[in-house]
């Protein structure tokens, strides 16, 4: 069998060996149905699996991007609220600004204002800043150059806002686009900037607001802004306007523009009563800052870190308390707006690790389970095809002991119907040949007898009825019987017998024709397979608890690996010195079988000097008739 899978070369052979059983070898005409077995395993379990995990890998893979992009959006949910709510806390001083402009127009009439805004306006505004006013023809009135001497922050506000406020030079300011409302968190804000105009329109700035070009951020958050734009490109842009233009056709407005890199926000109203003068205050960042406090005091964190972040980027409030972080790289922001030009919501991961952590175990836990269903396939296909494997073996050992027990039941009736037709023709009258031709009649009937004995007695011990004849007997006196015949026959045969027998009786309860059967397999095994080694010994003794007995040849051995699976049922070394050789495979399945079934052991070893050594142990009684 081997011999013709040896045969087969290349990638073939490499496939045979694969699907070969760990076990004895299987006829080619079983790997058919293993490789059929095989491919079928192949396309409709292993490759559907391999697909399935795959798939299951990317949902993995595309798992953790969703929990990274929920908790952004939610991140981003928070961040944008607050964004509003800070708005809202400008526009409500806004509102109280204009109010009291309002108020005190309406007490002392808009020049008495005008002429000294500064203090009048004291009393009821707490943000401070720099008041000033514009007169109907656009000028300055109020503060005016004699302040400027005395006052450090009013010269500054003159030297950076005379011109622009007095309609002499353009500057690049913020304000809401016309059509877009500003962002809202409650009804309160919406009915609130209902109410008030609050942005500042400009004809200029309405024209080309979809040619704003993107600004970019002094930040870059982590995660998306919206979907729509990049995280790192503003929303809000200056515009290039002229004063005059701005404020046209809004009664009030907020404004926000730099001055020599310094935000200035710009509060203006002009009075209902008195709608051609315009009174405004300036706001510095500090001041804007302790404006949006109080609101961003009463913020909750939720667990992660919180920080307005100043146009450079530095942050100028934060929640929880005092904490550290990379600035310019938070998880997720927010512009706050016109109103406050490059400020950010910035919310910054209080545990950044926990993020990835949990999305690294999702998937870990995934690729595992996946590798356990994989594993799980493929440890179930192995163990179905090396059942299925172990099945063709058995199934081509009982199809070749069928074969040759039929072989070996027609060869010795071969000879004894020839040489009984010989003697019956009464041609052979020398009585030499007659008593020779007799004798081989006579042992031929003896190995038929021993074959059919031993497949009977397989297939009784296969339904557990073989029943032993237990009794006392003296072994050294069975063997004796049984060697003088048996050495006798062999030493006719051309082989050279020793009997190394220590001094008998040996005596042992046992079922002496099962011990004597054993005897002649292991006999007729060391005849049938001696090659051109036919030398054959027998030792026996007698030990305090056992009886040992050791047949021994010089045959060609067996290998090693061969030496426990001699003794299955129907196995038989598959060995160019052996393979000829007709025989069942079941001599030493029953040899084995009966010493155990007497609670002893036997047992294959090597021979020193080449050939085997079949080992025989039985205890002098056995286990139940101790
Ligand atoms: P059978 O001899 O009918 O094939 P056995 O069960 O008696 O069955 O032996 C099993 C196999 O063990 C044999 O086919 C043979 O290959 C090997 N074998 C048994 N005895 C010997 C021996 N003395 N020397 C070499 N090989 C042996």
Request: charged share 20%.
């Amino acid at each position: 069998m081997a011999g013709r899978a040896s045969g087969i070369r290349g990638p073939a052979r490499a496939a045979f060996c694969l699907l070969r059983a760990p076990g004895p070898p299987i006829g080619c005409g079983n790997c058919a149905p293993v490789l059929r077995s095989a491919l079928i395993f192949l396309v409709a379990i292993f490759l559907p699996s391999l697909v399935l995990g795959w798939l299951a890998l990317r949902a993995a893979g595309e798992q953790n991007i969703l929990i990274e992009r929920q908790a952004a959006d939610l991140h981003q949910a928070q961040t944008d609220a607050i964004a509003a709510d800070l708005r809202q806390a400008v526009e409500q001083q806004q509102a109280a600004f204009v109010e009291l402009v309002r108020q005190l127009v309406a007490a002392y009439g808009a020049e008495a204002v005008a002429e000294n805004f500064g203090a009048r306006l004291a009393d009821g505004w707490k943000p401070g800043g720099v008041p000033f006013a514009i007169s109907p023809r656009g000028a300055l009135v109020y503060p005016s150059i004699a302040q400027a001497r005395s006052e450090e922050t009013v010269a500054a506000f003159l030297e950076g806002n005379r011109s622009f406020l007095s309609n002499a030079a353009p500057a690049e300011i913020y304000q809401l686009p016309q059509s877009a409302a500003p962002p809202t968190k409650n009804t309160q804000s919406k009915s609130l900037l209902s109410s008030m105009d609050w942005v500042t329109r400009s004809s200029a700035k309405s024209k080309d607001t979809s040619a704003q070009q993107a600004a970019a951020r002094n930040i870059s958050p982590q995660k998306g802004y919206d979907d729509t734009e990049p995280a790192a490109s503003s929303k809000i842009a200056p515009e290039l306007s002229n004063f005059q233009t701005a404020i046209a056709g809004a009664p009030q407005g907020i404004m926000a523009r730099f001055v020599q890199d310094e935000l200035q926000v710009l509060f203006w109203t002009k009075p209902e009563a008195r709608s051609e003068w315009l009174f405004g205050v300036m706001l510095t960042p500090r001041q804007m800052q302790e404006m949006i406090a109080p609101a961003f005091d009463q913020l909750e964190s939720m667990g992660e870190h919180i920080a307005i972040l100043n146009d450079r980027s530095r942050p100028v409030l934060r929640l929880p308390g005092e904490f550290p972080a990379d600035w310019k790289h938070p998880f997720v922001a927010t512009e706050i707006g016109e109103v406050l030009p490059h400020w950010e919501v910035a919310l910054y991961l209080a545990n950044p690790g926990a993020l990835t952590s949990s999305a690294r175990l999702v998937s870990i836990t995934l690729v595992l389970l996946i590798m356990l269903a994989l594993g799980a396939i493929l440890a179930g296909a192995y163990f179905v095809s090396a059942d299925i494997r172990r099945q063709l073996a058995t199934v081509q050992k009982k199809t070749d002991f069928v074969s040759n027990v039929s072989h070996e039941l027609k060869t010795p009736l071969t000879s004894i119907r020839m040489f009984a037709e010989l003697l019956a023709g009464g041609k052979v009258t020398e009585p030499e040949k007659q008593s020779r031709y007799l004798r081989i009649i006579a042992a031929e009937s003896e190995r038929l007898t021993r074959l059919v004995n031993n497949v009977l007695d397989f297939a009784r011990m296969e339904r557990k009825r073989k029943v032993y004849d237990m009794r006392e007997v003296d072994l050294h006196h069975a063997i004796a019987r049984l060697w003088e015949v048996e050495s006798t026959r062999l030493r006719e045969a051309g082989f050279s017998m020793a009997w190394d027998a220590a001094a008998g009786p040996y005596r042992v309860v046992c079922d002496a024709d099962a011990i004597t059967q054993v005897l002649v397999n292991l006999f007729s095994n060391a005849e049938k397979y001696a090659a051109s080694g036919r030398e054959i010994t027998l030792c026996t003794r007698m030990e305090p608890r056992e009886f040992i007995a050791e047949v021994k040849d010089r045959g060609p051995g067996i290998p090693r690996a061969q030496e426990e699976k001699v003794f299955e049922a129907f196995h038989r070394v598959d060995d160019s010195l052996t393979s000829g050789v007709q025989g069942s495979g079941l001599g030493l399945t029953l040899a084995r079988r009966i010493i155990r079934d007497h609670g002893g052991d036997l047992f294959v070893r090597a021979r020193e000097g080449g050939g085997s050594s079949f080992v025989l142990r039985l205890p002098r009684k056995p286990v139940d008739h101790l």
